[in-house]
């Protein structure tokens, strides 16, 4: 079989993965994440792999810390298994999406109302967990792009006074995937879904904001023996169909974190909720 290639900028490549572990959608609560850091060292083995499946923050009240705690157990786990960095992919959400494109919000054509939605959809949540004032941010935007720049600029300072937080979000990637021993890829890990009429390489908001659910995908998408999603907006906990898995049991939302561990041909083998 030839080896399978794509982007690495934007597409993350877990080599020779004997399992894999995905985290759901995590939505700012950093205690539930460390439980399941606790949870998913204790059974953590040798090739295995770790995808974070974005949306770390937002919605839930601890968004900092939660990038702190997965920046600690990235370290750990890379350090304790002998792991490249590559070995642990960390994905782009919907609320990684809008906190950078918040950060540039002057130059949107109505900054308000852009934000106003943004808010609608969580991201004040990780506007407060960095100090920053959401009520500040809709004067702003309404005062004109001179004032709505200052702001945002305060607001990308105060982001990137927390070591590593800025340089890890401006290395999301869109999607993972993982490549087995012979080189055939065999799972396509997503945030929230695909949009199976195009193929990997176009994709780009669809892996976010989808035009479907994944349950409602029917037949395999491309060469991949399953997606893999974490985020549902029901978020209906482990739902597992034929061609996709989704993992969201409302973290940060009033529900569990989960995750899940597959084996090399696609099989959900394992589960845990914190």
Excluded at 42 to 66: C, K, W
Excluded at 165 to 172: D, E, F, N, R, T
Aim: hydrophobic fraction near 50%; charge should be negative.
């Amino acid at each position: 079989m030839s080896p399978f290639v794509v982007d690495s900028d934007k597409i993350a490549v877990l080599h020779a993965a004997r399992r894999v572990w995905a985290i759901a959608s995590v939505h700012g609560d950093a205690a539930r994440l460390r439980a399941i850091h606790r949870a998913i060292a204790a059974r953590f083995e040798a090739g295995d792999r770790l995808v974070y499946l974005g949306n770390l923050i937002g919605r839930g009240p601890d968004s900092a810390d939660t990038l702190d705690a997965m920046l600690e157990f990235r370290r750990a786990v890379i350090g304790a298994h002998g792991m490249f960095a590559s070995d642990v992919a960390i994905l782009r959400g919907a609320q990684e999406e809008m906190w950078q494109k918040l950060q540039q919000l002057q130059l949107a054509l109505d900054p308000a109302d852009v934000l106003a939605w943004m808010l609608d959809q969580g991201v004040g949540a990780t506007l407060e967990a960095y100090g920053a004032s959401a009520a500040d941010g809709m004067a702003a935007a309404r005062a004109g792009a001179a004032v709505c720049a200052r702001w945002t600029a305060d607001v990308r300072d105060r982001f990137q006074a927390h070591p590593g937080h800025a340089q890890i979000l401006s290395a999301l990637r869109r999607a993972a995937v993982s490549v087995g021993r012979d080189d055939g890829a065999q799972l396509l890990f997503v945030s929230a879904g695909i949009d199976t009429s195009r193929p990997l390489a176009t994709q780009k908001d669809s892996f976010w904001w989808p035009p479907c659910e994944l349950g409602r995908v029917t037949e395999p998408y491309g060469e991949f023996a399953r997606v893999v999603g974490g985020f549902d907006p029901a978020a209906r906990g482990v739902v597992e169909a034929p061609f996709t898995v989704s993992l969201d049991g409302g973290s940060g939302r009033g529900g569990a974190l989960v995750a899940g561990c597959f084996s090399s041909a696609g099989a959900l083998i394992d589960t845990i909720e914190a």
